[in-house]
């Protein structure tokens, strides 16, 4: 085989597909050449192939340095089923497991070890290094080196001794690196004449939208029962709102749970791992969740609070739609968050310079959730790629927002909160502005002050947004220490007494705005949670999460192709050789049951044609069910031909091997596609009966 082709080869045999994407080649190309690369890609766009796929073409075992135990143990088990040997040291191992791995290392049995980067520059394990042979070092989440990055971890800054002792190809990859970090990577890490491939930072398949940080349970939860079926992440900042909202989830019969650093390490992991195969759909947690989550049919995630920059939002939003389908994203904008998160830095006891770093990338977040273009672009001129045209996948390029002078609208609010002294909160301000007749207003005598009801003529919810806006915009500001009163804030007094004006953007529409609904794919449905129903019980049986075995995307097209054969089942994308040896006999089992259990519609007339159709559906086989109708089994086996033709719910593999099929098509072939049934026969050497030839025949011309 020519050298070039054998990667890809590789790809479909061991990861099922059939195309590289983006700069995976060049950069695996590079990299089995020799040279130290630093890959900058999107999560979700493939990294871990430039390094587990050099694994299998080069000499010896390739160090993988990640952070994340939880991500390495999943990658672990992917190569495993894949038939990829590879293994993981962590902190969370016996000791007799990491001699067993050592061990296994040091017979070179391993083509993968991940290490954490605590154990990569030990003294022992840099040893250890000089014994092996070593074809790789690839450091994942290189952005760990650099302070300006987002989880600056010092370790990271001693790796560069590792890369200095090893002369083999060097891959530095990062999901998430602005400008600086980026220059800072190579540089702290001493790459060689690396070359920087950085991919596009756009994830055109996720929808971007930012909403006004108010009625924001109500929204989630009528989004979540609208979704019922869809797995999602709702991220907050206390641990508090997670367990509210899971609570509020669950009353309306949403599979939901809460995730947060105050639990114990044990149930921590018991909610990842029902998350990850399925049993639970939605989580809600704090931003320690989803660090090593690697699961691909996240179909939204939801911001209740605002994230502390656009790198936490970026990777946050990116744990969606890892599958290539349609993912929904919503973040609540809330100038209140903000301050919380700028008294976080405050108080924060490390240095001022970092503390200058962290204002300024949350200064950048709030421009982020107030600005009226296209998010996508503002994201990626964050991380240094600049252009012109706009996205059309978030809020603002679907629905640009409309502005208009507000000025009186807000004049009008305004001056309420003068009159009632600063002492009420969004709600009842917005009941006293629209005139509320409610006891608890007439009871305090907000009715008497002279702004009551001077706005009638607004939606409740419309003035909300309304007033969220000028929250947003820093007329108000929301006291949260003393029950989230409104204050009046320097620009909001020019606006009352210097005539300031004020603009608004027209109400959102909350259809329009709450994350799109996932566009309709073709496949069968009943069959696809036939699959998944499968999958989780396979899972669990090896004691893996459910993707590692097929990911969402490879189920569906199974259950849109319904192959009957391997080598159908070779097609798929997602589906390679190992993993067809384990588990492909139990999937086309199901897809079979599945076909032969479908109710018959009934487009083919005739009793007799119908009659062998259900005998077929008891597992009889051609032979019996001739005997007991008193036909030939040439009449089945036409019976069953017309059944197949006229697309009834015929399994070909219960009547004709695929080891027929395949000589029945090459001696066809070879006969130059004849339609003389006897000739093939003879051809054959009689040994394939004229009922199968003619099945074999039809499976052909049809597929
Ligand atoms: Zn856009």
Redesign the pocket.
Same mark, same amino acid.
């Given at each position: 085989m020519n050298k070039a082709e054998l990667p890809l080869k590789l790809l479909k045999e061991y990861f099922g597909y059939d195309t590289f994407r983006g700069h995976q080649e060049d950069i695996i190309n590079r990299t089995i050449e020799g040279h130290d690369t630093l890959v900058i890609m999107p999560t979700g766009a493939g990294k871990s192939i430039c390094y587990q796929l050099p694994a299998l073409i080069m000499d010896g075992t390739v160090i993988v340095v990640s952070p994340l135990i939880a991500l390495m143990q999943d990658q672990v088990d992917a190569l495993t089923t894949a038939g990829i040997a590879a293994a993981a040291l962590h902190s969370h191992q016996s000791d007799t497991s990491i001699k067993e791995i050592l061990g296994d290392f040091k017979n070179g049995k391993l083509k993968l070890l991940y290490v954490s980067p605590e154990r990569a520059v030990s003294n022992y394990f840099q040893e250890q290094i000089d014994l092996q042979k070593i074809s790789l070092i690839a450091i994942d989440e290189a952005h760990c080196v650099s302070v300006w990055g987002n989880d600056f971890r010092p370790e990271y800054t001693e790796l560069v001794h590792l890369i200095n002792k090893t002369n083999v190809p060097h891959l530095a990859l990062t999901a998430t690196a602005d400008k600086a970090t980026r220059q800072d990577i190579a540089q702290k890490l001493g790459l060689k004449s690396a070359k920087t491939f950085l991919s596009s930072f756009e994830r055109t398949n996720i929808n971007?939208n930012v909403q006004p940080g108010q009625n924001r349970i109500d929204i989630i939860t009528d989004y979540v029962s609208a979704h019922s079926e869809a797995s999602g992440i709702i991220y907050c900042l206390s641990k508090k709102s997670t367990e509210r909202i899971a609570k509020k989830l669950k009353e309306k019969g949403i599979k939901s749970a809460f995730y947060h650093a105050g639990m114990s390490g044990e149930s921590r992991q018991k909610v990842q791992q029902a998350f990850q195969s399925d049993e639970l759909t939605v989580i809600c947690a704090t931003i320690a969740f989803g660090m090593g989550i690697d699961k691909s049919n996240i179909r939204y995630v939801i911001h209740y609070n605002l994230p502390k920059n656009i790198e936490s939002y970026y990777q946050e939003i990116g744990r969606a739609g890892r599958d290539g389908n349609a993912a929904s994203t919503l973040l609540f904008f809330s100038l209140g968050d903000a301050k919380i998160l700028r008294q976080f830095i405050d108080q924060s006891t490390a240095s001022e310079d970092f503390k200058m770093i962290q204002r300024t990338k949350l200064n950048r977040m709030i421009e982020f959730g107030q600005a009226s +273009?296209?998010?996508?672009?503002f994201i990626l001129s964050y991380f240094g790629e600049h252009r012109r045209t +706009?996205?059309?996948?978030?809020?603002?390029?679907?629905h640009p927002p409309k502005f208009f002078d507000g000025t009186i609208i807000a004049q009008k609010a305004l001056s309420a909160a003068k009159r009632l002294n600063e002492g009420v909160a969004i709600n009842a301000l917005v009941d006293i502005l629209r005139g509320s007749q409610s006891s608890e207003i007439r009871r305090k005598g907000y009715d008497q002050i002279k702004t009551f009801g001077s706005i009638t003529d607004l939606k409740r919810e419309d003035l909300i947004q309304f007033i969220g806006q000028l929250i947003n915009q820093g007329y108000f500001e929301i006291d949260f220490t003393h029950y989230n009163k409104l204050s009046i804030t320097q620009l909001g007094s020019d606006v009352l007494y210097k005539d300031a004006t004020v603009s608004l953007t027209a109400p959102i529409d909350r259809e329009q705005k709450t994350p799109a609904k996932t566009k309709k794919e073709h496949y069968e449905t009943g069959l696809f949670e036939v699959l998944k129903a499968l999958r989780l019980k396979l899972a669990k049986e090896a004691n893996l999460p459910a993707y590692a075995i097929f990911n969402d995307n490879t189920l569906k097209e199974m259950s849109r192709v319904k192959p009957l054969f391997e080598k159908d089942l070779l097609d798929i994308s997602g589906v390679g050789k190992h993993k067809i040896s384990h588990y492909g006999a139990y999937f086309l089992e199901a897809i079979r049951a599945f076909n032969q259990k479908k109710i018959v519609p009934l487009s083919v007339r005739g009793e007799t044609y119908l009659k062998t159709l259900s005998m077929i559906q008891t597992d009889r086989s051609v032979a019996q069910i001739a005997n007991q109708r008193s036909l030939s089994e040439n009449t089945i086996y036409d019976h069953i031909n017309h059944l197949y033709l006229n697309n009834e719910p015929i399994n070909i593999s219960q009547f004709v091997s695929s080891d027929e099929i395949n000589k029945i098509t090459s001696t066809w072939y070879k006969l130059k596609k004849t339609e003389e049934i006897k000739l093939l026969f003879q051809a054959l050497n009689e040994k394939i009966n004229y009922g199968k030839i003619k099945l074999a025949l039809s499976f052909i011309k049809k597929s």
């Open positions: 971007i +273009s296209c998010r996508t672009n +706009s996205c059309g996948h978030c809020d603002n390029c679907l």
